[in-house]
């Protein structure tokens, strides 16, 4: 999956000239949503282990939507 969201932030870049602020946004967004699961538990896990990462409802939300 690492490789597709390289792939992703490459396109972004080039062809809608993504900022480089908004990048480390989606990279950032990308490595709390590493690793899992797919499932309503998994997501439910996700969120949680980003507040219990001290991030705020509206940062988890950010990720979320990124």
Known sequence: MDHLF???LREKLYLKNLSEK????YREAFRWF???DLSKAGLNEFVVK?????????????????
């Open 6 to 8: 390289q792939n992703f």
């Open 22 to 25: 908004t990048r480390k946004l």
């Open 34 to 36: 590493s690793g899992t």
């Open 50 to 66: 980003m507040r219990e990462g001290g991030l705020t409802p509206v940062s988890c939300n950010i990720y979320i939507t990124v």
